[in-house]
């Protein structure tokens, strides 16, 4: 049922009173029309005015990551360095990753590696580890790794040949659905089976991967992200493209489908219903881009549209609708689920889209009142090179203290930052490895940013080369 205005009225003065995370009030003030949060909501024990965070960031002897004073890392895995169980040295370009509870004091970690194309083309492909293959001519996949209490690290492969594993999501039954951002058919780029799906791995019970099968009800599209509404089934998802941009979607189950462990791979590849997002400001008046918005607690409400063909075959699912039937945003990124919502990201914004330019988007969605609301704006940096600048989020997670903590995907210089929730972004981590030249410095993005599940271990990424660590230190709400 269409949204009515309404109701959209009355749900926007409820989204209204919900807390805002914003960018700095300087990065805010680049982006035209962007309206800060009011200074001076972070306070000491005493009600003073404080700086957000954890201090500045302490350059790094060895070169790979700076961290406020206090903090450190640890390398957990490093692409052509450690090695799996089976002998192959850990796969390159990490990606998504979620943390799971297990037995005795472990952690496991479910890796994506974001790797296109055809496995000759990389020299660290996942490994083709019997039984665990979707496509054999495909690079990419996931790997699972186990961080025991003593710190000892054990490496497998929970899929392989699957093709550019970008992002993806945990479930509410703690297994890892992973993406593929990218959608080839059978016959392209030297690949045997379609792409373009979401798969489940089970972090838990190696013999439930066995035989990957796609959930090919999710739709086949350059997906990125997914989370799971743990009380109502739906799945949201997010897909980076362009030309049109992407869309953010909804796939809502069949009737008397119950989830868990497995249930996912029975589906009928028509299973359930899949839409696409379409917004609506508080006049009624249809919103065609998300680039619209340009003020922070902006809020549109939501209506869905069926997707015509979630398979896509002839004609790619963000191209079947007319361009006044659904709501764009451009590089939809990292999601979260969390405060009884998603959060989900939109990378930047130029001249692919029709608003304003920024250099990243949060948004919120809230399904009780099914509004979307903007709860991070990032103006244009204009020096990605200086540092106290941020662009072009990418993977997100909701902070066990409070706010956001934001994995930086832009030019320049890259970080992990968080969002408080009075409003403030500060750094957490900034990467030191410089892949390029001392002349020409580059800096891999980071990626996979979630805490353990007792919240006192940041786990992040360096993609290039693939180095995952984790930050330890003296946690706190950062105000």
Known sequence: MPLSRRDFTARTVIAGAAVALTGTVGALATAPGALAAEDGADRDGQGRPCEPGYGPLVPDPA????????????????????????????????????????????????????????????????????????????????????????????????????????????????????????????????????????????????????????????????????????????AYLTEDASGPNGLFYRWTPPRGFRHGRGRLRTLAADAGVLQAAKCTDSSGRFVDDLSRATRIGTVYGVDWVDVPDRDARTVPVRKQFADSAVTRGRKLEGMWWADAGAYFVSSYAREESPGAAHDGQVWFYDPKRRTIRLTVLIGVNADPSADGGYDGPDNITVSPYGGLVIAEDGSGLQHLFGATASGRTYPLARNELNIGSAEEPEYSEFAGVCFSPDGRTLYASLQDPGIMLAITGPWRRAH
């Open 63 to 234: 070169g790979i990551l700076a961290l406020p004073a206090g903090f450190r890392y640890r390398v957990i895995t490093h692409s052509g360095v450690t090695r799996l169980e089976s002998g192959e040295t850990t796969p390159s370009h990490h990606d998504g990753t979620a943390a799971f509870e297990g037995h005795r004091g472990v952690t496991l970690l479910v890796n994506n590696h974001e790797l296109r194309g055809r496995r000759e083309n990389w020299a660290r492909p996942v490994p083709l580890a019997e039984g665990l293959v979707y496509d054999p001519a495909a690079a990419g996949g996931c790997t699972v790794v186990e961080v025991r209490r003593g710190g000892e690290v054990a490496e497998w492969v929970g899929i392989a040949g699957t093709s550019t594993n970008c992002a993806g999501g945990a479930t509410p039954w703690h297994t890892w659905l992973t993406c593929e951002e990218n959608s080839d058919l059978a016959g392209k780029n030297g690949m045997t089976k379609d792409h373009g799906y979401v798969f489940e791995v089970d972090p838990h019970d190696r013999r439930a991967n066995r035989d990957p099968q796609p959930v090919k009800a999710f739709g086949r599209y350059d997906h990125e992200a997914v989370v799971i509404d743990p009380r109502h089934g739906h």
